[in-house]
């Protein structure tokens, strides 16, 4: 009969309306500043630099290379490359960024600067809450506010964060395993040329 | 005591009246009245407001506006202030002069209305012979305002939704009519008043409303859905539809005078509540005779503000119609529809007391409504739609 599917609507809507006193599950609106849901792992939107240690200027995994710069799609990354150089992490001298910045009001979040880094030194927040009163300024992030401790980057992404560790610990492993057999190879040739008279093979170099 | 509470605002109006010499007690008393309608409606109308946000949002299991004040029950300030501190645009080539007219004409429009409606027993602002008749002029007129804000915007959104919003108050126009006709036929009065004096009687302990007959029942039926369709309100809400003309005849408005509108709309709605009340509720009469102490505007602004909830529970729940089934709605079925009930209530007068003439007009509505919906529902495809694309 014409009519029925307007009541049944109107007891669909008032069995709502009533329940919604009664059933807190009916009820899904999260209360955002007073409750929060804790994001999931995956969560990603700005990125930030990676340091290990304690010191976040001396600890600074990024070498300044400059690839997450070029491959940038917004251009929202301004990077200066240090005159010296100073060791890394496993010891080696490198450069280092005396200017890195990111503008997040150009950041689109896409990653591709976390995808392009070879030395594991900028990765993805889970920060939101980043709005200021300063449109301009207060938007545009230097190296100091960018840079978090390993130990956070294990607190936001804790999977994502021990398979990097694995890989540079691997890393590690197979340089101090090269530099040890370099170390070896070198010590053997320099028994073996103390075994052998000096005289026999002709200087190294050419002197 | 029941009694003075019942009369307590015509006292009060008496008393403060009577400070002033003779001369002046008319016109202070009607000055009075005025203000006091154009103080309390709007009071009603932040209440309405918030009441909506709150139902709709437990209707679709939300929590709606909880932030300002405890319970958000402050909302309706915050709202008003905003809108009173809003920048105020009119349109580079906009009508000025009607621009600025069209919504002091709807809130003017829709405040006379409440010149004839009695709010409690001896609360009328003026007694008119043919109030029903002056109610339905001025709520006319409020077409003429809707109008002159879609032309005079000159935006395409709010022309369609003038253009639309003309049709369907037009069509409804006439339903609403001709279903208070039959009140008028039944009690031989178009004076408000006296149409509420004659339902204010009892049979045993219950109440001779018009609501309570076949051809009453089925007229505030018909007269509910052209009073929703008559103020805009969804299902009916095609002339505002957001998304379809952004917001109709009102897109270009900001500032005070969307509030304006905004006010003017629920004012309607109260007004138009209001009628129905009078005309099939039994306006400020108790539902029952045992009833009859409690003062007669509690039971007034009681039925007004049921409708009210029922408006917003139809608000929660119905989608909106498209415009060619709006009109053949209007015209093929709500329309005949009251004639038939017209002529069922003339049956009804003329059949005298007894049970044959409540078995003999049920019987014609009853199967009028389904026959008619059948015929109605008979050429329509429910079921998939099926789509066709071009070549």
Redesign the interface.
């Known amino acids: 009969m014409l009519g029925e599917g307007i009541l049944k609507g109107l007891a669909e809507t008032a069995k709502n309306f009533a329940g919604s006193f009664v059933s807190a599950e009916r009820l899904t609106t999260v209360e955002y500043p007073e409750q929060r849901i804790a994001p999931i792992e995956a969560t990603r939107d700005f990125p930030f630099l990676v340091y290990d240690g304690e010191d976040w200027e001396a600890g600074m995994r990024c070498v300044s290379c400059q690839i997450c710069e070029k491959e940038c799609p917004p251009k929202c990354i301004y990077i200066e490359k240090s005159k010296d150089k100073k060791p890394d992490a496993l010891g080696k001298p490198q450069f280092y960024p005396t200017r890195f910045d990111i503008d997040i009001s150009v950041c689109m979040s896409c990653q591709i600067c976390v995808e392009v880094c070879p030395f594991e030194a900028i990765k993805m927040d889970t920060e939101f809450e980043l709005s200021t009163t300063d449109r301009f300024g207060g938007l545009l992030h230097d190296r100091k506010q960018l840079s978090r401790s390993n130990e956070y980057y294990h607190r936001i992404h804790p999977t994502e964060a021990a398979e990097v560790d694995a890989r540079l610990a691997e890393e590690k492993a197979k340089a101090d395993a090269k530099a040890k057999a370099a170390a070896e190879a070198a010590a053997a040739k320099a028994t073996a040329a103390a075994a052998t008279p000096p005289a026999a093979i002709p200087p190294v170099g050419g002197a | 005591m029941s009694a003075t509470l019942d009369q307590i605002f015509v006292l009060i109006k008496q008393w403060i009246v009577s400070f002033l010499p003779v001369a002046w007690q008319p016109v202070a008393g009607i000055l009075l009245c005025v203000a006091a309608i154009v103080s309390v409606f709007p009071g009603l109308f932040a209440f309405t407001v918030l009441l909506e946000r709150k ?1 709709l949002g ?6 709606g506006p ?1 932030r300002v004040g405890p319970f958000g029950i402050f909302q309706p300030i915050a709202d008003g202030i905003k809108s009173l501190t809003k920048e105020d645009i009119v349109p580079y080539s906009a009508d000025g002069v009607v621009h600025f007219l069209a919504p002091v004409v709807l809130v003017v429009a829709v405040f006379l209305g409440f010149a004839v409606l009695p709010m409690g027993r001896n609360m009328v602002l003026v007694d008119v012979d043919a109030s029903l008749l002056f109610y339905f002029a001025i709520g006319a007129s409020t077409e003429l305002s809707v109008f002159m804000a879609g032309w005079s915007s000159r935006n395409k959104y709010s022309l369609l939704g003038a253009m639309r919003a003309v049709a369907q108050m037009i069509s409804y126009e006439v339903p609403l009519l001709m279903s208070s006709v039959a009140i008028v036929m039944m009690t031989g009065s178009l004076s408000l008043v006296k149409i509420v004096e004659v339902q204010n009687h009892y049979s045993g302990i219950f109440p001779h409303w018009f609501i309570f007959t076949p051809w009453g029942f089925v007229g505030f039926v018909l007269y509910a859905v052209a009073a929703t369709a008559e103020t805009n309100r969804s299902p009916f809400d095609l002339p505002e539809g957001e998304s379809e003309l952004v917001a109709g005849y009102f897109t270009e408005y900001s500032g005070f005078k969307f509030a304006l509108f905004f006010l003017g709309e629920y004012l309607a709605m109260f007004s138009i509540s209001g009628l129905g009340a009078t005309l099939f509720l039994g306006g400020w009469s108790a539902p029952f005779s045992f009833l009859t102490w409690i003062p007669s505007w509690v039971w007034f602004f009681g039925k007004v503000m049921t409708s009210i909830f029922v408006f917003i ?2 608000r ?3 989608p909106r119609l498209r415009q060619d089934q709006l009109m053949n709605f209007a015209w093929k079925f709500v329309l005949p529809l009251t004639m038939i009930n017209l002529f069922d209530a003339a049956i009804w007068r003329f059949l005298g007391e007894g049970w044959l003439r409540w078995v003999i007009c049920s019987t014609i509505l009853l199967i009028a ?2 026959g ?2 059948r015929i ?2 008979s050429r329509k495809h429910f079921g998939p739609r099926s789509y066709r694309y071009a070549e």
């Open positions: 139902g437990r209707m679709q299991n939300r929590i909880n529970w139809m929660g729940t119905l409504y389904i008619m919906g109605g529902m």
